[in-house]
């Protein structure tokens, strides 16, 4: 069946060089010079696709897209002069396909046409399918979830695939914006070409300009050799800029224009090459705030965000996690190479859905990782999920809105709750130490022990730090030196191992240390690390095991307290 097209323009010229280019590649097309007369076209004739020029004698050609894009599924793209990049982005914006620029390269009209019979062609499949198209599977299985937020989501990402506007992905970290815009790619006419990702903040701004549009050999220092930029790579495919909003205002300039005339020049050439991609972009960051502080190019902003396309987080599709879980389960035992796939229990999986997931999908599979590692069966359990307790969760949950203020004054208030609480955590937490070294049956001291760190269970094979602690406060107590000058007491109780309860005492008494709270819990938290590395013979691992923290964060807590192994270690 022969492919037909509507062509409408008012310059005679044109219109009849599109038609010759038209007919050399197999396509019967009807050539209207004005809105009514194209309109009168459509309605009387079944067209595949159609190309219009913005400015018509009678009327705008946005109004032809906006009539065809709302009445049927053929694909329309625009003819538009240099400095009407507006008009182009909002045809974009109607529903259009794609654009063209003025003067007319031939070689972009064939390329333009030739993804808009990809289109047509994806559309008749899934009109002679019965079943659901090759898309509808593809989308399925790569984006997991059936609640009520992912079906339009779907819809919308199948519509977003047959266009070839740029798509800004937003959301927060973790949602999956690179599957999203993989999936696009994917379900495009450009499936065949490639889709080049790339982080801009990764990329040091020295480097940003080669990288992406690549250079000449000896350009400068260190070109021993020809370099294809993303941009080149990307040809013929899709360009997908994450986290956008890190670029550069200076890179952002060079980018708007290889966006807007699809032309780029690498470094040292004197010659700019046409490239034919698609833009994707995403960030976690508000990039309209950034605009308005001047952070973010206004014109790149609207060239990029021609349609906006916000994922939700998981906490807003709970539903979902289940069947998320299980997926991750499977992909863990097929990379993990296990004999027998671990499995949920219905409490554990209970236990996942009343999580606040902060970290999105991303989170969620962390989760089920750990939980694979320490689960020594199959099956895992909540005391494998390393979760907090739910109770916690939600009383501080609770806590957070029940200390907004209704006042005008909210901030004062907040950091006056924030700095109570604090003080009252750091008084129970030392009575808890104190009340530990007093004891002197082991039991009772493992259970005053609280689990610190998020992602370890309460199973740990080390022995507690406060445990062994007791045995040593015990004789260390019988040696305490007297101390004479109360101006240094509290620096000189740190490294000669005072008594702890004799700094508590002070608080007790209702003196406040005197070179203010930070100071002073910087100062204790520096007492326990010493200890606990004492006790370990300067192990930074088993301290940390000790600590219940993680070997990374001892070592920065180290750094910034300023412990060094040779000065304390005796």
């Keep these: 069946m022969t492919t037909t097209a509507l062509v409408v323009d008012d310059e005679v010229d044109l219109c009849r060089l599109m038609q010759i280019t038209l007919t050399k590649m197999g396509i019967k097309s009807d050539v209207a010079y004005t ?18 020029d913005l400015k018509l004698p009678d009327g705008s050609g946005l109004e032809l897209v906006k009539e065809i894009s709302n ?87 199948l519509k977003l695939a047959r266009s070839q506007a740029p798509v800004f992905l937003s959301g927060a970290s973790g949602t999956g914006k690179e599957v999203v815009a993989r999936l696009i790619h994917d379900l495009s ?32 220092t260190g070109a021993v050799a020809d370099k294809q930029g993303l941009f080149q790579q990307a040809n013929g495919g ?40 698609r833009i994707l972009s995403a960030t976690h960051k508000n990039l309209n705030q950034l605009v308005q502080d001047g952070a973010f190019r206004q014109d790149l902003y609207y060239r990029i965000n021609v349609i906006e396309l916000k994922l939700p987080t998981l906490n807003a599709r709970r539903d979902d996690i289940p069947v998320l879980a299980k997926h991750f389960l499977a992909l863990i035992a097929d990379e993990w190479q296990l004999e027998n ?33 320490l689960a020594e069966t199959p099956y895992i359990d909540i005391s494998h999920l390393g979760l907090p307790d739910i109770d916690m969760t939600h009383h501080r949950a609770a806590s957070q809105d029940q200390s907004e203020p209704a006042v005008i004054d909210k901030t004062q208030h907040s950091e006056r709750q924030i700095n109570n609480q604090m003080v009252a955590q750091s008084i129970e937490s030392r009575e808890k130490i104190i009340q530990s070294m007093d004891e002197t049956i082991a039991p009772q001291a493992k259970q005053v022990t609280t689990n610190l760190h998020p992602y370890r269970t309460n199973a740990q094979h ?67 690390i010493i200890t606990a590395l004492k006790q370990t013979a300067w192990n930074k691992t088993q301290a ?3 600590l219940g923290t993680t070997f990374r964060s001892l070592r920065y807590r180290m750094k910034k307290l300023e412990i060094a192994e040779d000065q304390f270690e005796s």
């Design 35 to 52: 809105l009514s007369q194209a309109r009168s076209y459509w309605q009387d004739n079944d067209y595949d696709f159609c190309l219009t």
């Design 71 to 157: 009445s049927s599924s053929t694909p329309i793209a625009v003819i538009t002069a240099h400095g009407s990049m507006d008009l182009a982005i909002e045809a974009l914006k109607l529903g259009a396909f794609d654009f063209v620029n003025k003067p007319l390269e031939l070689p972009r009209l064939r390329q333009l046409v030739e993804n808009a019979l990809k289109v047509i062609h994806q559309d008749n499949e899934a009109k002679t399918t019965a079943e659901c198209s090759p898309e509808q599977k593809l989308l399925d299985s790569r984006l997991i979830g059936d609640s009520a937020v992912m079906h339009p989501l779907k819809n919308t990402i």
């Design 189 to 220: 006419p450009r499936r065949d070409g490639s889709f080049v990702p790339v982080n801009c903040g990764a990329i040091p701004s020295e480097l940003m300009e080669s990288e992406f549009f690549g250079h000449k050999k000896g350009s400068f």
């Design 238 to 277: 899709t360009l997908f800029l994450d986290e956008v909003a890190d670029l550069p205002l200076a890179m952002q300039v060079k980018l708007l224009r290889a966006i807007q005339e699809k032309t780029v020049r690498a470094i040292g050439d004197t010659k700019e090459v046409p490239v034919d991609i």
């Design 341 to 373: 796939p671990p499995t949920l229990t219905i409490e554990a999986c209970e236990r996942l859905q009343d999580h606040n997931f902060a970290g999105n999908v991303r989170e969620l599979r962390n989760v089920l990782e750990r939980a694979v590692t």
């Design 462 to 528: 080390y022995p507690s730090m406060i445990q062994r602690s007791a045995s040593n406060h015990t004789e260390s107590s019988n040696h305490t030196p007297r101390h004479n000058h109360k101006e240094s007491a509290t620096h000189q109780s740190i490294l000669q191992g005072r008594d702890e309860k004799t700094i508590l005492s002070e608080l007790e008494d209702g003196q406040l240390p005197s070179q203010g709270l930070e100071h002073y819990l910087q100062e204790q938290e520096k007492q326990l």
């Design 544 to 546: 940390a095991e000790l």
